[in-house]
């Protein structure tokens, strides 16, 4: 199925250190989403984005629906050892309840 | 509010043998969807339901799976005859059009795997 372009992969930082990941498309989508998941659970959302340009916050997190429609990234300030986990992007192409998903950024976090 | 219910947590089947996944949505929740997690192919969207109607069953791999939605509190995801390929982990996850159908909120999942 069709999946969206993430990066990085994966990413080993220290505790304090800003991360940045995003996702590309092909495709315009109408809404943009980020999700965590932790080792046995089922993906969190995380932050929700429903116009292009749009920067929205969540405590330490930002991300940002691209102007282009075609892509969003995801910041994470000062990080800490809980936000160790898979991120996932998802995009919500037009016309549709789908959501179409990224092949996620492993993050790992040292104390 | 209890969130997305998925049973049986964990499966272990030989090949060839009926294996049926269920999950419960949150209440008042009008779409359900089931997915595939894999490390070769990621999230996959095997099936998803308005209503209990089913709405698009694309993504469903082959006529071995099968997914029900009797009432608006419980679907099923049947495997039959189940194959070691579809060893994964599957989720359920549930989203209303009232709340925003695009936030789809996620169930722990059920690992299942096919020896």
């Known amino acids: 199925g069709q999946q969206l372009n993430q990066s990085p992969q994966s990413m080993f930082i220290q505790e304090g250190e800003d991360v940045s990941m995003n996702c590309t498309s092909s495709?315009?989508?109408?809404?943009w989403l980020w999700y965590k998941q932790e080792p046995g659970e089922g993906p969190v959302l995380l932050i929700a984005?429903?116009?292009?340009?749009e920067l929205t916050s969540n405590g330490r997190l930002t991300a940002q629906f691209g102007i282009t429609r075609k892509d969003s990234f995801l910041n994470i300030s000062a990080s800490i050892p809980s936000d160790v986990g898979i991120y996932f992007c998802?995009?919500?192409?037009?016309?549709?309840?789908?959501?179409?998903f990224g092949t996620g950024t492993r993050l790992q976090v040292f104390p | 509010d209890a969130g997305v219910i998925q049973s049986p947590r964990h499966e272990v089947t030989e090949m060839g043998q009926e294996v049926t996944l269920r999950c419960k949505p949150i209440?008042?929740?009008?779409?359900l969807f089931w997915y595939r997690q894999t490390m070769m192919r990621g999230l996959e969207l095997l099936i998803y339901f308005n209503n209990n109607v089913p709405i698009d069953d694309s993504g469903m791999p082959e006529d071995r799976f099968s997914a029900k939605m009797p009432n608006a509190s419980f679907s099923t995801l049947k495997i039959q005859p189940s194959e070691p390929r579809d060893s994964a982990v599957y989720f359920c996850?549930?989203?209303?059009?009232?709340?925003?159908?695009?936030?789809?909120?996620f169930g722990p999942g059920t690992r299942l795997t096919v020896l």
């Open positions: 495709s315009i989508f109408n809404t």
């Open positions: 984005l429903y116009k292009a340009g």
């Open positions: 998802a995009g919500q192409p037009y016309n549709t309840d789908k959501l179409i």
């Open positions: 996850a549930s989203t209303s059009t009232s709340h925003s159908r695009h936030e789809q909120f």
């Open positions: 209440s008042g929740h009008d779409y």
